[in-house]
């Protein structure tokens, strides 16, 4: 499974504006703290912002904060907005995208990989992210799983 960079570039933000606390940060800061293309952040978080999980404010001060605690805000929340799910196959989510799907005996491991992906996705908050330090393991966490 291979998420795309909406994914891995939107949670990344998320957690750079989690860190800003309730200060707006311009896309400009998240951009380049992040590597960013700008152009390509800003369709990031329009969507996120669409989807309810940010605020935006325009003008001198202005930029995105979270809409929700981010410990109210999930990993999965983020990727499930920017990938439409967690499916690592289509026919996890509509069956009738391939016509093997009724007596293929894979559909099941992709269905259960996808529902993994899913449970660890969400078990995973934004504000559990932004507590991860330089020179911290990742399987810091771990203890979500």
Not at 67 to 81: C, Q, S, T, W
Not at 123 to 132: E, K
Request: proline content about 6%; overall charge positive; aromatic content about 6%.
């Amino acid at each position: 499974m291979r998420l795309s960079t909406l994914s891995r570039y939107g949670l990344r933000a998320m957690v750079t504006i989690a860190r800003n606390h309730q200060t707006p940060i311009s896309s400009d800061k998240v951009a380049e703290y992040e590597d960013v293309s700008k152009k390509y952040l800003d369709g990031i978080l329009s969507k996120l912002r669409t989807a309810g999980l940010l605020k935006s404010f325009k003008g001198q001060g202005g930029g995105y904060i979270l809409a929700r605690p981010p410990e109210e805000i999930r990993a999965g929340d983020v990727v499930r907005i920017l990938e439409s799910g967690f499916a690592v196959v289509p026919c996890v989510d509509d069956p009738s995208k391939c016509e093997k799907a009724g007596r293929c005996p894979t559909r099941e491991v992709w269905c259960a990989v996808s529902a993994a992906a899913g449970e660890v996705l969400n078990r995973i908050t934004l504000a559990d992210l932004t507590a991860w330090e330089p020179g911290m393991e990742p399987q810091s966490l771990m203890y979500h799983i």
